[in-house]
Structures are given as structure tokens and as C-alpha cells.
């Protein structure tokens, strides 16, 4: 800062721009020139440090000097050595020779030799940096740990809690990794665990060779309050002293799952019987009726014709079941074999038969065993005016819908039995609506007519 065109202060922005001090701050008078001078000396910094980006040296500034303006190392910062690119003078490039040279700088830890630890060193991240001078255009670059995937590793898949990859250390073993995976999960198959090593002989292919190697309950690291291990549901597993089995760079472990291994699965039972609920299976091949057996049967209301079976596994959704049949013939398919979260609703018998739709007096009728589709249709006054008689259908008590069926003279009507609907749907229903689009239209043209009469008064 130059006052009266006398030199009046020099003021040095990096205080200010890496740590905030503004002590040496001047105000400005009126007539004061701010002059910002070309760079001096620069060396840059790259790599795993805070702040890495190209920095001014003043006079006799050293790598500790740069590394403390970069705000020291990264945590993820490989500290046994850091390396100085540095232009060669001229003279020094001859014909063939490379124009830069590279410096190892060592970067020893604090206390494995005290000598080192002396007047214009640094401590960072606990090792020692050394107050190297630099020159115009070096380059500091600070290299990072390799990822896991670039070191020594071992990983650990099935029922565990935590998979994944773990740096390997010397002398890990199994029960090391299982420790870090968090232990086993509920249902872990603990007499034995399958590793996959890397071969010593690969002449003939071969990628990995697997062994079994044993485990017991002392790879269950939860107690309770007496001391107990928190053992997996299944059978037991007995500490049977298995040998600590030392782990090698790159092994796969597997941690077994227990066979038909499965928590309990639930279906739900509801309506005209007599212990209604959501009941657990008891095995995989449960069916239908040894259900019914359990909730103590169909009671005397029940209408068997209009069970609602809906299976939610894989979407497949309503699923059409004989009830009668499979109550008294449980070996045919009938008595469908119950899968996890399936629904069964039992209706109770509805002696009449509903119409709604196109129909002249819309409303329900006594069911009359064997009458057939027109029979509900005259009790209902019959068709209207708007009938579409072409695609009436009945809509069962079991959720089934069946379809009038017309083919040249003959016509095929389902029957409507007890607690069913008959739908008559309204003719042109799915067609076009000319009014609708008369109306748009009829909209469009008055904007239109109005936007020409605007037009021409302009």
C-alpha cells in the first residue's frame, strides 16, 4: 500500500485467507494506491492434504511451510513418504535426460527416533516433517491409501448380519471375521462354514478350492444375563472346541444357512368358522381343509360355494376353490396346499341373487334353485331401453365372473346361485360421448369467432 507515493505497508493476504488474521489490516485513506505485485516463487500441492492448490513462497519457505498452508494431511494420507517434483536447471537437461527429477522425502513417526525431532521440524498426523527448501515450480504430491479392493482382503457372505469385504491382517481368523460381520444371523447353520481360497495350482483353470472347516455355539457372541449364548432357532450346536482357523489374503467365507430353515408364516381365516383368525403354519404342505380342522369347522351358515381364497404371493391374486370337495376328498387338488399370508373368507349363505345395471327395477331376488338367467331378469322388470343384452354377467359369491355367451342362434347363459349379481351393462357405455364432444367443439368455435371479431377491431 503506497500513501503519498511512499511505500506505507505490505500486507501479506495468506494470514488473512487461511487463517483469518486480519491484525496487520490498515485502513485506507483517500489517494491510496493498492498495488498487487506479480507472483514470486510457487510450488503446488496435491494429493491427500486439506487444502491442495498451488501456493506463494516466500523467501526460505520449506515443506512444512507448505504443508501447513495445505492444512496438513487427509486422515485417508499414506504417511511413510511424500515425493518433490522439480524442474532441472537448464544446464542440467541435457540431450536424453528427463527435465524434472523426483525427490523421496521419508516421513518417520513421532518418537521412533527422537534425533529426528529437532529445530524446524513439524509434527502432523503424528509423523515428522522435515523443513526441506523449495524451489519455483516444485510439485508436493502426498499420496492416499489404495482402496480396499487395491489391498489385502478376506469377505464374508450368507447369514451373517454384516457381509462384505474386511482388511485381512496377520494371524486373522475365522472367528475374527465373523466378529466383524457382526455374528451370525437367526437361522446360521453353525457345525460347519465353507471357505474359498485361492489355489496354489492354476496349470488347469482353476479359480478357487473350497474346504469345510468346523465352528460351534462359541461363534454366538450375545449372552444374556446369566452367561448364556443367544443361540439361532434350529437344532443345537454345542461347543465342540473347534480349532481357530487362521484366514488367508482373498478367502471367501460362507456362513451356511440352516436347510428348510423358515420363521413361522401366517394365513389368515375369517367368517363362518367357528374360531376365526390368522393362524400359523404348521408345515410347508399344509392345506386347505387340515385349516378348517383347526378352526373347529364351517358353521351351520356357512356357504362353502362362496369361499374367497386370494393368494398374495407373486401377485397371483383370487384363486377359484372347490371348498366341498376338499373337505371331503383331501387328496385331490382341491385341497390346495395354504402358502404364507394367503386370505380365506367363508361367506354365509345369502339366499337371494342381486341385479343391478340395466334393468328395469334394479334390486335383489330370492335365490330359486335351478331357475336360470332370464328368470332373475323378469323378476327384475327386465332389460331397459339401455340394455346392452349382449355382454350380461354374473358375479358370483367366490369372486368368479362368468359372461353371456352368444354364438350364431345359440346363446349360453350362466346360471346365478346363491349371494351373486347379476350386471347388465348400458349399451354405447364405452363408446364415444357425442355430447361431450359437441360441446368442446361448440366451445373451440365461439373462441375462435371471438378472436377474429378482436383481430378486426384492431
Do not use: C
Not at 491484525?23 to 500441492?45: I, N, S, Y
Not at 482388511?167 to 472367528?175: E, V
Amino acid at each position: 500500500i503506497r500513501r503519498q507515493d511512499q511505500p506505507f505497508a505490505t500486507i501479506d493476504l495468506y494470514d488473512y485467507l487461511l487463517r483469518g488474521d486480519k491484525r496487520k489490516d490498515v485502513r485506507l485513506e483517500t489517494g491510496d494506491v493498492v498495488f498487487v505485485p506479480l507472483h514470486g516463487p510457487r510450488a503446488q500441492v496435491t494429493g491427500a492434504v486439506l487444502r491442495p492448490a498451488i501456493y506463494e513462497l516466500k523467501s526460505g519457505e520449506t515443506l512444512v511451510d507448505l504443508v501447513r498452508d495445505a492444512g496438513g494431511f487427509r486422515p485417508n494420507a499414506a504417511l511413510q513418504r511424500v515425493s518433490i517434483h522439480r524442474i532441472l536447471p537448464a544446464p542440467l537437461r541435457g540431450p536424453g535426460a528427463a527435465p524434472r527429477a523426483v525427490l523421496d522425502v521419508p516421513l518417520p513417526a513421532v518418537g521412533a527416533d527422537s534425533s529426528q525431532v529437532r529445530l524446524g521440524n513439524a509434527v502432523f498426523n503424528n509423523v515428522i516433517v522435515s523443513p526441506i527448501p523449495l524451489e519455483d515450480g516444485d510439485s508436493v504430491a502426498v499420496d492416499s491409501l489404495p482402496p480396499l479392493a487395491g489391498t489385502l482382503f478376506v469377505a464374508i457372505s450368507g447369514a451373517v448380519n454384516k457381509p462384505g469385504r474386511y482388511p485381512w491382517r496377520d494371524k486373522m481368523t475365522l472367528r475374527d471375521l465373523v466378529l466383524l460381520a457382526r455374528g451370525p444371523k437367526i437361522g446360521a447353520y453353525l457345525k460347519e462354514a465353507e471357505i474359498a481360497r485361492m489355489p496354489s495350482d492354476r496349470t488347469e483353470g482353476q479359480l478357487a478350492q473350497t474346504i469345510r472347516v468346523p465352528m460351534d455355539s462359541t461363534y454366538l457372541f450375545e449372552r444374556d444375563s446369566l452367561g448364556r449364548y443367544f443361540g439361532p432357532a434350529g437344532p443345537a450346536f454345542p461347543a465342540s472346541g473347534a480349532l481357530e482357523e487362521p484366514l488367508q489374503p482373498y478367502d471367501n467365507v460362507l456362513i451356511l444357512k440352516q436347510p428348510d430353515f423358515q420363521l413361522q408364516r401366517t394365513v389368515y381365516l375369517g367368517g363362518e368358522v367357528r374360531f376365526a383368525g390368522t393362524y400359523t403354519l404348521t408345515s410347508k404342505n399344509e392345506r386347505l381343509a387340515n385349516l378348517i380342522d383347526r378352526a373347529g369347522g364351517l358353521t351351520p351358515q356357512a356357504y362353502p360355494e362362496g369361499i374367497q381364497f386370494f393368494r398374495v404371493g407373486n401377485k397371483v391374486g383370487r384363486i377359484n376353490v372347490d371348498l366341498r370337495r376338499a373337505l371331503g376328498e383331501r387328496t385331490t387338488g382341491s385341497n390346495i396346499v395354504l402358502e404364507p399370508s394367503d386370505s380365506i373368507e367363508i361367506p354365509p349363505f345369502q339366499p337371494s341373487v342381486k341385479l343391478t345395471g340395466a334393468v328395469n327395477s334394479p334390486g335383489s331376488v330370492l335365490w330359486e334353485k335351478g331357475r336360470g338367467l332370464e328368470y332373475y331378469l323378469g323378476a327384475a322388470g327386465g332389460f331397459s331401453s339401455k340394455a346392452d343384452r349382449r355382454w350380461v354377467s354374473v358375479r358370483y359369491a367366490n369372486g368368479e365372473v362368468r359372461t353371456r355367451r352368444r354364438w350364431l342362434l345359440f346363446t349360453s347363459d350362466p346360471e346365478p346361485g346363491p349371494g351373486s349379481e347379476v350386471v347388465v351393462p348400458i349399451r354405447g357405455a364405452a363408446g364415444t360421448n357425442w355430447a361431450v364432444v359437441a360441446s368442446a367443439l361448440a366451445g373451440v368455435l365461439s373462441s375462435t369467432v371471438a378472436l377474429v371479431v378482436l383481430l378486426k377491431q384492431l
